[in-house]
């Protein structure tokens, strides 16, 4: 983890970046340059990367509204209050992550750290006009490690329902090829030392409003219409 104390300023804002996935990093600096000289907020909320509408009718914007108005920024404010004033005062989001998996003890800052993390990452899984065939070079990874497209897609719906309560649906890297895991709750890939390439909340809040109990009309319907396969072909490096 980071132990930032004794570096110069001009190397602050390096430690809010949020990092998600590769080559996507959303800085907070400002906020964090204000920390350090006020005690502001460490940890801001990334903007969403399209209009709250943008995603209607597959997700509304009364179901964006409040999943990234409320629970995405209840978790940014959440953490900034209980870090403040602890070991974690001055890490970055991952670090945070890292340090605190699996420890009882911190479980309250794990949860909102990762939360803020796996959120950040869902919003840009997903994309107006998402969906369709993934990239050349990302279908020829899902063909060798799947069979098809439309097995990754079972395999992630399956993922997905097959989560009890809470959690995520992910597509990974793991080692030299690529698979698809569950998570319960914050829990991510990271800590695993797999790569996230996409995710799926599958979180009630992110579903009911628009799809009450239909966890799977849900999925169907992201993995139809909103999935990114750019992202996660950019977050493979092909
Ligand atoms: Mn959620």
């Given at each position: 983890?980071?132990?930032?104390?004794?570096?110069?300023?001009?190397?602050?804002?390096?430690?809010d970046?949020?990092?998600?996935?590769?080559g996507?990093?959303?800085?907070?600096?400002?906020?964090?340059?204000?920390?350090?000289?006020?005690g502001?907020a460490?940890?801001?909320?990334?903007?969403?990367?399209y209009?709250?509408n943008?995603?209607?009718?597959?997700?509304?914007?009364?179901t964006?509204?409040?999943?990234y108005?409320?629970?995405?920024?209840?978790?940014v404010?959440?953490?900034?209050?209980?870090?403040a004033?602890?070991?974690?005062?001055?890490?970055?989001?991952e670090?945070?992550?890292?340090?605190?998996?699996?420890?009882?003890?911190?479980?309250?800052?794990?949860?909102n750290?990762?939360?803020?993390?796996?959120?950040?990452f869902y919003?840009?899984?997903l994309?107006p006009?998402?969906?369709?065939?993934?990239?050349?070079?990302?279908?020829?990874?899902i063909?060798?490690?799947?069979?098809?497209?439309?097995?990754?897609k079972?395999d992630?719906?399956?993922?997905?329902?097959?989560?009890?309560?809470?959690?995520?649906?992910?597509?990974?890297?793991?080692?030299?090829?690529?698979?698809?895991?569950?998570?319960?709750?914050a829990?991510?890939?990271?800590t695993?030392?797999?790569?996230?390439?996409?995710?799926?909340?599958?979180w009630?809040?992110?579903?009911?409003?628009?799809?009450?109990?239909?966890?799977?009309d849900?999925?169907?319907a992201?993995?139809?219409?909103?999935?990114?396969?750019e992202?996660?072909?950019k977050?493979?490096?092909?």
């Amino acid at each position: 983890m980071s132990t930032d104390s004794n570096k110069p300023a001009h190397t602050l804002n390096r430690r809010d970046l949020l990092t998600v996935g590769a080559g996507l990093a959303v800085a907070a600096s400002v906020g964090g340059m204000r920390k350090a000289a006020a005690g502001a907020a460490a940890h801001v909320l990334p903007p969403l990367p399209y209009a709250d509408n943008a995603l209607a009718p597959v997700l509304s914007a009364n179901t964006l509204g409040f999943h990234y108005g409320k629970h995405h920024a209840g978790y940014v404010a959440k953490l900034n209050e209980l870090v403040a004033g602890t070991e974690f005062a001055d890490s970055t989001l991952e670090d945070i992550v890292k340090a605190t998996a699996g420890k009882a003890d911190k479980a309250p800052i794990f949860n909102n750290a990762a939360q803020i993390w796996n959120h950040t990452f869902y919003w840009h899984s997903l994309r107006p006009n998402g969906g369709g065939e993934p990239p050349a070079a990302l279908k020829q990874k899902i063909d060798e490690a799947f069979g098809s497209v439309d097995k990754l897609k079972a395999d992630l719906l399956a993922a997905a329902t097959g989560q009890f309560g809470s959690g995520w649906a992910w597509l990974v890297k793991d080692g030299d090829t690529l698979a698809v895991m569950k998570t319960p709750n914050a829990e991510l890939p990271l800590t695993s030392g797999k790569t996230p390439l996409l995710t799926i909340d599958v979180w009630e809040h992110a579903y009911y409003l628009d799809y009450q109990n239909l966890r799977a009309d849900y999925v169907n319907a992201v993995l139809a219409k909103l999935i990114n396969w750019e992202f996660a072909a950019k977050n493979l490096g092909v």
